[in-house]
Structure formats: structure tokens, C-alpha cells
């Protein structure tokens, strides 16, 4: 966000993509979703099962004045390049902290290509705040969205400065298979005011999931910077509250799915299993790039005691078979945070976050093995959405 906004990240064992050489920005995106079909599969249609990469990514583009020395232009060519190679195709991408108009313009232009459909810069402003910086890029087509801005903020100089919400949207992978994301960003800071709040915006987004009709229909995942920090499910003194932040809210969000009978998956902690507080790859979650020590005081995110430092803040969370289509399950299959490691713009890194990365399965399981054969075996995501175009 603004000044506060240097403090978000989180944790996990990072692994440090390809990003390729700088390339021109392409010439115009499409901003906005394209007109809605009806919500409901054909009855025609052949069973439905997709294999999904989702990524949610805090790209760090604070707005003026605060921005003058974040490089914002440069960097957010240099997220584009990595989006755009095809090695790096993803189903659903969500941005939060796209502020300013300039640089997400950029990049927006530059992935217009392989993510055609794209909604910027969410919720808008509203009075003396800025936009809420929530961007979602698909190369499948949005049916519908919505963007709602919290009804409470904490913090007057910092995330009150923004318009902080949720964007909702329907993605249409196929023709039988579509799915719900939820994008948000929700309030920083490690005071009672600031979790308090935090616990207030979760309402608003747990009142959505429980009405909202689509979300009873299609598979739903909730994406983005949460500022809850999910490395511990209790917390580590011992106190009247024992539950962690992260254990509450989970707790709290499982409410969204009354027809479930567990809680939603977290889908980085589903694919690091078992996770334990003493278990290496628990203590190694991070997705946080610890680069100033005068904003987060960590020397190396490896070095001796430094890993207590570590933030876990970026979640995919998936809330399983939707109520109304119980066969169109969901399953974790991998999950990793990439570093986005480049000094090219002299930042060493591409954000003060790292991205975090899902693929996951979505639809009819049994017909897996032979749709998996035939998708592999073709087309990246924006490959398989031009294909989607053509045959409608």
C-alpha cells in the first residue's frame, strides 16, 4: 500500500524461476470481462476435468508519492516478460498491490496476448483513497465479476489510504467446467485493531460465499494477500487464546462451505505435508523476500535464528466440490513460491513478496487419466482458451 505496505510476505521454500530477457509491450489489453453467458454447464456437454495453474503474486506497485525509488516501470515489464513465456503459462492470475495506474497499465499491455481477459486495479477509488490494487489476467474468458470494497479499514496513513476489498469472478475454462476465483488483499499490521479488522473484511467474503449462486455451482478458490501469517495453527506462548491467527480464520472460512466437512484447503500446506512447526519445510515457508533490513530485519531467510523472522501471508485456497455439482471435485497436485529473483531493475528482487504458485485438478476424476493424456500432451492454458474460442 503506502508506507505501511513495505511489511507484507510470507513463507515458503522458494524456488527461483527463468525470467527471460526483456521483450516490447505488446499493443493494447482487453481490461474488462467479456459479456456473461448463462451460468450452467450445456446439457450436452461431455463431463467436465481441467488441470489448473493458479498464481497470486503482491507485485509491490505503491502509487505516488511513496513509489519514487520502487522502480515501478521497469519491474512491472519484467513481471510481464516472465508471464508471458509460455513455459510459464497459468490458468488464473491474481495481482494485489497493482496501485499505481502507470505501471499495471504496463504490464497489462504486455501479457494482453497470453491473458487477454483481464480485470485492473480493483475495487476503483472512492473519495480522497486510491483503487484497491486487486488484478486478475486469465487466458479463459471472465463471465461475470464483481468487485466489492470493505465496508472497514485500520490504519489512517496507510491501508485507509486504499480502497481494499474482494473482486469476484467466473472463469470459463470449457464449456462443462468453470470456476469461481475470490481476489483480495486484506488489511496489514499486527495490532488488535488491525486483526480485529481483518476478521471483519473475512466476514464480508464468508457472507459472499454463502450467497452468492455461483458459488454453490462451480469449483471456488480464494486468492491473495491475506496479512495472516500461516506458518503456526496455535499460537507459540501459551495464553487464554491458543489459537493462532491463521487456525481462526481458517476456522472462520470454513463456515463459507456448510456442506463441507472440512475446512477449506490450504493448498501450499496440503502439497508440503506433513506440516509440522518442527518439520523443515514448515520452518522454511516463506513468502517474504527479506531485502531491507530497516523495513524487515532479516539477514538471510536461511541464516541461524532468521527464520522465526519469516511471513507467510499468500494463500490459494480451495474450497473443495461446490454444493449444487458434488462431482466436480478438486485435489491439490503441487504448490511452490518462486523468489522472482532479477537485478535488472537493481532491486535483486521483483517484489518485497514472492509469488506463490498451485496447480491443482478440477472436474470429473475418473475421467482424468485420459483428458490429463490429451492435455499434456497439447496446450498451455492461452493455447487451449483460443482453441475454447474457436470451437464456440
Request: with cysteine; charged share 20%.
Amino acid at each position: 500500500m503506502l508506507a505501511g505496505l513495505a511489511l507484507l510476505g510470507a513463507l515458503q521454500t522458494p524456488h527461483n524461476p527463468h525470467i527471460p530477457a526483456p521483450s516490447p509491450p505488446a499493443a493494447s489489453p482487453t481490461t474488462e470481462a467479456q459479456p456473461p453467458p448463462a451460468d450452467a454447464a450445456p446439457a450436452d456437454a461431455a463431463p467436465a476435468y481441467a488441470k489448473i495453474r493458479a498464481l497470486t503474486y503482491n507485485i509491490f506497485m505503491r502509487p505516488a508519492p511513496v513509489n519514487w525509488r520502487d522502480r515501478n516501470a521497469c519491474r512491472a515489464q519484467r513481471i510481464a516478460d516472465y508471464f508471458s513465456d509460455d513455459a510459464h503459462a497459468h490458468d488464473i492470475i491474481v495481482l494485489t498491490e497493482s496501485f499505481e495506474p502507470a505501471s499495471t497499465q504496463i504490464l497489462a499491455r504486455s501479457t494482453a496476448q497470453t491473458y487477454p481477459h483481464q480485470i485492473l486495479s480493483q475495487p476503483p477509488a472512492r473519495g480522497l483513497s486510491i483503487n484497491g490494487g486487486v488484478s486478475i489476467l486469465s487466458p479463459h474468458a471472465i463471465e461475470d465479476w464483481e468487485a466489492v470494497a470493505f465496508e472497514r479499514c485500520h490504519g489512517k496513513w496507510n491501508d485507509c489510504l486504499a480502497t481494499k476489498g474482494f473482486v469476484w469472478a467466473r472463469i470459463r475454462v470449457s464449456k462443462s467446467l468453470k470456476f469461481n476465483v475470490l481476489a483480495t488483499h486484506l488489511n496489514s499490521g499486527g495490532g488488535a485493531g488491525a486483526r480485529a479488522t481483518r476478521r471483519a473484511q473475512l466476514a464480508q467474503i464468508r457472507a459472499f460465499l454463502t450467497t452468492h449462486p455461483s458459488i454453490a455451482r462451480w469449483p471456488t478458490l480464494l486468492m491473495g494477500d491475506l496479512n495472516i501469517n500461516g506458518l503456526r495453527w496455535e499460537e507459540p506462548t501459551p495464553g487464554e487464546d491458543r489459537l493462532s491467527e491463521y487456525a481462526d480464520a481458517m476456522l472462520f472460512l470454513a463456515g463459507a462451505c456448510p456442506h463441507c466437512d472440512a475446512l477449506p484447503v490450504d493448498t501450499y500446506r496440503a502439497a508440503q505435508a506433513p506440516w509440522r512447526y518442527d518439520e523443515p519445510q514448515t520452518r522454511a515457508a516463506n513468502t517474504y523476500n527479506c531485502v531491507d533490513e530497516s523495513l524487515q530485519p532479516c539477514k538471510s531467510p536461511n541464516a541461524a535464528e532468521h527464520w522465526k523472522r519469516r511471513l507467510r501471508l499468500d494463500y490459494i485456497l480451495d474450497f473443495g466440490a461446490p454444493r449444487d455439482a458434488p462431482a466436480l471435485e478438486t485435489r491439490t497436485l503441487a504448490s511452490a513460491t518462486l523468489e522472482m529473483a532479477d537485478d535488472s531493475c537493481a532491486t535483486q528482487y521483483l517484489s518485497d513478496h514472492r509469488a506463490l504458485e498451485t496447480t491443482l485438478e478440477m472436474g470429473q476424476f475418473p475421467l482424468a487419466n485420459a483428458q490429463l493424456d490429451r492435455q499434456d500432451t497439447a496446450q498451455t492454458p492461452s493455447e487451449a482458451s483460443k482453441d475454447e474460442k474457436a470451437s464456440n
